[in-house]
Every structure is written in structure tokens, then in C-alpha cells.
């Protein structure tokens, strides 16, 4: 049973607009949320974290937004820059990042110039 | 700071050959855990090791182990390998308790088993 859901395989967005990458998760335990981006032949690098204390959370261009009731979480990104192109993991841990992260299988973002 | 280093980076082995991966964590971490990623499956876990101890273990068979030194440095271990254990293996590390606890990936190590 998958625990933490992205649903869109992929995504196409123009430069300059905003992307919004969503994820479920069905966890109630969960409650520290990462989002982590990933280029071909490389590791995930960490973009963004955000606990169940909060409902949001930015760093620069990027937002984590996380809806508890929901159980959801997005991920925007505004602008959108070609070098934003790569494959977007939504990831969740219990215990405030002591357990296992749990991934998605990822989105696909293209940024079109 | 150095990042998260694995060696080798790939690697080629044939059915029911065992192989050994290695995982250099950032310095200062102390946890290390270690992933498994496929084109179906996304990043599935496979353990954690903190401290030179297992903390954690994925669902994968006993022919995956691993280990942990007391520099923090990580091996992970495939026995009597199959077709279907050829995959990217990410080691990440993270310092439990540190207030930006966050884990942080290597480049991987792409394993081809032929």
C-alpha cells in the first residue's frame, strides 16, 4: 500500500510561470514532510522541508504548503527556470524525521523555455 | 563541507556474484541510511545504522545486509545477486537530533547484474 502518493507522472510548465507539484500521503503519523529534486545519474538533493506544526513554508522561489486535514502537501515553485527540469520526490518521515523516509515515485517536471 | 560520497560509482556482476557498496557520510553525521531505487518501485528503504547499529530495516530479503564503522562510514552488502537487484543505490546521512535534521543524498551507485 503505497503511503505517499504523487499522482502526476508529469508535469509540462512554461519558463516563468509556477509549477505546483502535489502529493498525498495516507500516513496519519507522518508529520515532517521534505521535498527533494533529482537529475539523471545523480542523488536527490534536498529542496525543502516542512513540519505538521506549520502549513507552510518558503525558501526563495520555492513553497512547501501542507493541508494536515487533507493529507496533502504542494510543492510551487514561481518562476518555474529551465534548470528546474528534473524528476520532484515528495517524501515523509514519524517522529519528526527519525523513521525511515518514505518516498513517492516522483513527478516529472519540464520547463519549457 | 564535503557531501555524501559512494564508491563505486557503478558497477557491472553477473548472477549469484556478491557485491559490496561503500557510503562516506557527510562529516560530522552519524546516521546512514541506504536505498534502493528502480524505474517501478521509486526510492525503496533498505536500512539505517546509526551509532555502528542497525536502527532501521526496510522490507528486503536477508541477502541485503550492511554495516556501519565507527568513522560513520557505511558498507552495504548483496549476496548471491539476481537480474532483479540491478538498480540505483543511494546512501543518505543525516545528524539525528541536530535541529535542521534533514537527510542528505549521494550520487548513488548504478549496479548492473548481468
Known amino acids: 500500500d503505497q503511503q505517499v502518493k504523487q499522482n502526476s507522472p508529469s508535469l509540462s510548465v512554461q519558463e516563468g510561470r509556477i509549477s505546483i507539484l502535489n502529493c498525498d500521503y495516507t500516513?496519519?503519523?507522518?508529520?515532517?514532510f521534505l521535498w527533494y529534486k533529482k537529475y539523471p545519474a545523480e542523488g536527490p538533493t534536498f529542496l525543502i522541508s516542512?513540519?505538521?506544526?506549520?502549513d507552510k513554508n518558503e525558501d526563495g522561489r520555492f513553497t512547501v504548503f501542507l493541508n494536515k486535514s487533507a493529507k496533502h502537501l504542494s510543492l510551487h515553485i514561481v518562476p518555474s527556470q529551465p534548470g528546474d527540469s528534473a524528476v520532484y520526490f515528495c517524501?515523509?518521515?514519524?517522529?519528526?524525521?527519525?523513521?525511515?523516509?518514505?518516498f513517492g515515485k516522483g513527478t516529472r517536471l519540464s520547463v519549457i523555455a | 563541507k564535503a557531501g555524501v560520497t559512494q564508491t563505486p560509482r557503478y558497477l557491472i556482476k553477473t548472477r549469484g556474484q556478491q557485491v559490496t557498496l561503500s557510503c562516506s557520510p557527510i562529516?560530522?553525521?552519524?546516521?546512514v541510511s541506504w536505498y534502493q531505487q528502480t524505474p517501478g518501485q521509486g526510492l525503496q528503504f533498505l536500512f539505517e545504522?546509526?551509532?555502528?547499529?542497525?536502527?532501521n530495516k526496510g522490507n528486503f530479503p536477508g541477502r541485503f545486509s550492511g554495516r556501519q564503522f565507527s568513522n560513520s562510514r557505511s558498507e552495504m552488502n548483496v549476496s548471491t545477486l539476481e537480474l532483479g537487484d540491478s538498480a540505483l543505490y543511494l546512501c543518505?546521512?543525516?545528524?539525528?537530533?541536530?535541529?535542521?535534521?534533514?537527510?542528505?543524498f549521494g550520487p548513488g551507485t548504478r549496479l548492473t547484474v548481468l
Open positions: 545504522y546509526f551509532s555502528e547499529t542497525q536502527r
Open positions: 516542512i513540519s505538521s506544526i506549520k
Open positions: 562529516s560530522g553525521h552519524r546516521s
Open positions: 500516513n496519519s503519523m507522518f508529520d515532517y
Open positions: 517524501a515523509a518521515s514519524a517522529g519528526s524525521g527519525n523513521t525511515p523516509l518514505v
Open positions: 543518505a546521512s543525516r545528524n539525528p537530533g541536530h535541529s535542521t535534521d534533514t537527510q542528505y
